[in-house]
């Protein structure tokens, strides 16, 4: 069957299809024009019966190349060479059905592990003729070592890849299965062009490691899960970017890429246990996003696991992991190393709640968003009218992973005291609420404040004040109205009454404060001490008067002026001289 295209354009659309049974045995060509135009598109399937010994050719000289679709309802690809006779035994017993003579490709359509077989050199061989994609109907592909090692790619003759015959290009291959895709042994694929594994209601699982022994970029995607903790996807590339979708979990056994980047993405969990390694120096060069269907701010959902997994990039290369809360991430603090600053929260693959930008290294981003506790320090208490000390704030709670609150805050928060202040302008005697605010979070943390308190004690004073005698012992507030420790602008009396110790002229006598107490606007931020509190008691002015006969003399003797003209009475005073 002829459906090239003659000089430009893309070749045709062939499908041999039925309903029971389809046998192809003869070319099916579907050539690009010479002078322009893709391969075009053949499929070869049959419901229940599917025998392929043909060749079809969908190469385009001035465009890409076309498809091969292959549609059996399950198949097993084993490793033979064209033309020879296979040998397989019932991985399950029944009715394995021995394919012979020279077709390539046969199906019995009975159920796995009593399966079609498809060799590894019929999709070598339709390799070098285009893109061939393999497409299971109701059950799975599985590739087995039933003979030897299977190794796919494009030859150009009847020797395989495997002896030496490889022509590697940029045709794809693809293998579609309808539930699972497995294997039980190391297998490899060579080509430049892209391999994709698609298991659309199943997983995709294997013992041994996929090689890709050229620099060809390999597709995983699986409805389940990709790998598991006995059987960890291992890959060994060569340059390609390897690329993982799992819809349940993904288990990350030993995977190298060469230059290429690896990237994992997982509704649920990804498991690594193995070493994930990547020669990129690029900004993506390892990107491991688990839960990805959850959004950011939400803990739960899927978590990165090392099970003694480990990763390195090449210098300059950057690996970012996506993954749910800081609980369940275990091993990963360790991975990315505590303390490093490397750590960021409350943002996702789409969404970005940090500022801090990321760099070289390994990176951990959590969907978790962890709340910093932010207190006021409290200062020791001062007397009042003293300079208020330096209001600085700490975070007391929440950080995670080793990070410091210098890691954390790009601005750390002031800190603001509330409360009266008196007359001279200064925050009165008790406690103030101080108020930490303003902190500006850099790594996507929530954050939270707790206040702190000033408390500012009473200043002791003491009064003092002068009077003249009065023949009393009384210390009243008009007379010790002077406070020793005002500071300027305040306001504060002097009431009741005290007493010294007798009521004769002294200086500095003690008083005996009585019911002396402090009043006035701004009293309340003064402490009346009990010691230390003066009055000084000065003379009466007096004079002294008398009378004398006339004696011839100008002198006034004592019993001559002996008349105190300010006496009080009950006092007694005496004049001499």
């Known amino acids: 069957i002829s459906a090239d295209a003659i000089t430009n354009g893309s070749g045709g659309k062939v499908v041999l299809w039925a309903n029971d049974s389809t046998r192809a045995y003869g070319s099916i060509m579907a050539r690009g024009g010479a002078q322009g135009g893709d391969g075009g598109f053949v499929e070869v399937s049959g419901k229940h019966y599917l025998d392929f010994r043909g060749m079809v050719d969908t190469r385009a000289p001035m465009g890409q190349a076309g498809t091969l679709l292959l549609d059996p309802d399950e198949i097993q690809i084993i490793n033979a060479a064209g033309g020879a006779t296979l040998a397989m035994t019932c991985l399950g017993g029944g009715n394995c059905t021995t394919p012979t003579g020279t077709g390539p490709y046969f199906d019995s359509a009975s159920a796995y592990p009593t399966v079609g077989i498809l060799p590894d050199h019929t999709i070598n061989q339709q390799l070098a003729l285009g893109n061939v994609t393999v497409q299971t109907s109701t059950g799975g592909i599985f590739i087995s070592n039933v003979n030897s090692t299977v190794t796919l790619g494009p030859t150009t003759g009847a020797t395989d890849v495997a002896g030496g015959n490889a022509a590697s290009n940029a045709n794809t291959l693809t293998l579609n299965s309808k539930t699972y895709i497995s294997w039980n042994a190391a297998w490899s694929y060579r080509n430049l062009g892209q391999l994709t594994l698609q298991a659309n209601a199943g997983s995709i699982a294997g013992t041994g490691t996929l090689t890709l022994v050229g620099a060809s970029p390999v597709l995983m995607q699986a409805a389940t899960d990709i790998g598991s903790s006995v059987t960890p996807m291992a890959i060994s590339g060569n340059g390609g970017n390897v690329t993982i979708s799992a819809g349940t979990s993904a288990t990350l056994g030993n995977i190298t890429t060469g230059t290429g980047t690896i990237s994992a993405t997982s509704s649920g969990d990804i498991t690594i246990s193995g070493a994930i390694t990547s020669t990129n120096s690029g900004t993506s060069a390892v990107v491991l996003n688990a839960g990805s269907s959850t959004a950011a701010g939400t803990a739960t959902g899927g978590n990165i696991i090392i099970s003694g997994g480990t990763l390195a990039m090449a210098v300059g290369g950057r690996a970012t992991l996506f993954t749910g809360s800081v609980a369940g991430s275990t091993g990963l603090t360790t991975l990315v190393g505590s303390g490093s600053g490397n750590f960021r929260y409350n943002s996702d693959e789409t969404t970005t709640k940090y500022?801090?930008?990321?760099?070289?290294?390994?990176?951990?981003?959590?969907?978790?968003?962890?709340?910093?506790?932010?207190?006021?320090?409290?200062?020791?208490?001062?007397?009042?009218?003293?300079?208020?000390?330096?209001l600085t704030s700490a975070v007391t709670a929440g950080l995670q992973n080793g990070d410091t609150a210098g890691q954390a805050l790009s601005t750390v928060a002031t800190v603001t005291v509330a409360g009266p202040t008196s007359s001279s302008g200064n925050q009165t005697a008790g406690s103030h609420t101080l108020t930490p605010s303003g902190a500006v979070d850099q790594l996507g943390y929530a954050l939270s404040y707790v206040n702190g308190a000033l408390t500012v004690t009473k200043l002791d004073t003491n009064i003092s004040g002068t009077r003249v005698y009065d023949q009393t012992a009384t210390a009243a507030a008009a007379n010790v109205g002077t406070v020793s420790a005002l500071i300027g602008g305040d306001t504060v009396t002097v009431s009741g009454t005290g007493s010294v110790a007798d009521k004769n002229v002294a200086v500095g006598k003690a008083v005996t404060n009585g019911t002396l107490a402090l009043g006035g606007t701004d009293a309340g931020n003064y402490s009346l001490l009990a010691a230390g509190n003066t009055m000084s008691i000065t003379p009466l002015n007096t004079n002294i008067s008398g009378t004398r006969v006339y004696d011839g003399s100008a002198t006034a003797a004592a019993s001559n002026v002996g008349t105190v003209s300010a006496l009080i009475g009950g006092d007694t005073v005496t004049v001499s001289g």
Not at 360 to 384: F, K
């Open 355 to 390: 500022t801090a930008s990321l760099g070289a290294g390994t990176y951990a981003v959590y969907r978790e968003q962890p709340s910093l506790t932010i207190t006021a320090n409290s200062p020791a208490a001062i007397n009042y009218g003293a300079a208020t000390p330096a």
